[in-house]
Nanobody, 117 residues
Framework: QVQVVESGGGEVQAGGSLRLSCATS??????????MGWYRQAPGAQRDMVAM???????IYADSVKGRFTISRVNAKNIVNLQMNDLKPEDSAVYYC?????????WGQGTQVTVSS
């Protein structure tokens, strides 16, 4: 069974930091990842890309988080971390981990991030 599990969400005041982690288990560990990363969805809004990292290490960030968020990957363990600094109230959302493999995409259940002003 394939599992994508996020952790590290929570509530923080504006200007604070949080670190999200995403780990995979099951059949996904047998395949090379094409890319892994994070999306987020606020109430009433669409799900948008936050940051992605490809298997070769190339990273992509949404303009709104550049300079504040850093994505990194532990290749040997198919773990992706998202370090979020200088958080703003508009960063509040449910954050979802996305895993892309050659035969499809997989999502985690999401973790809530709330930033209070």
């Amino acid at each position: 069974q394939v599992q994508v599990v996020e952790s590290g969400g929570g509530e923080v005041q504006a200007g604070g930091s949080l670190r999200l982690s995403c780990a995979t288990s099951g059949r996904l560990n047998l395949y090379a990842m094409t890319a892994m990363g994070w999306y987020r969805q606020a109430p009433g809004a669409q799900r948008d890309m936050v940051a992605m990292i490809r298997s070769g290490g190339h990273t992509i960030y949404a303009d709104s988080v550049k300079g504040r968020f850093t994505i990194s990957r532990v290749n040997a363990k198919n773990i992706v971390n998202l370090q979020m600094n200088d958080l703003k109230p508009e960063d509040s959302a449910v954050y979802y981990c996305k895993v892309i493999v050659p035969y499809g995409d997989f999502w985690g259940q999401g973790t809530q991030v709330t930033v209070s002003s």
